[in-house]
């Protein structure tokens, strides 16, 4: 499934300058599987929840169409 990049250059990564992008939850989304297309690594989801507890309450519970902040690590 591709990444749904959400703000003004979708071709700008991680890496190109920015300090975070914005990801739009897409169906079969976890906060995981998120962390492992930016990060590489699943188990840095946390990052991910930390810089978005306004919007997630539960880490297992992320909802399709939601806009998270992902920082740049």
């Known amino acids: 499934m ?9 071709d700008n990564l991680m890496g190109h300058g920015q300090e975070e992008v914005i990801y ?30 306004d919007i997630i309450k539960n880490p297992d519970l992320i909802q399709v169409g939601w806009k998270l902040k992902i920082p740049k690590i």
């Open 2 to 10: 591709p990444i749904r990049i959400v703000n003004d250059d979708e």
């Open 24 to 53: 739009e939850v897409q169906k079969g989304d976890t906060l995981g599987k998120i962390a492992a297309k930016f990060y590489g690594d699943a188990k840095k989801y946390t990052i991910i929840y930390e810089n978005n507890k």
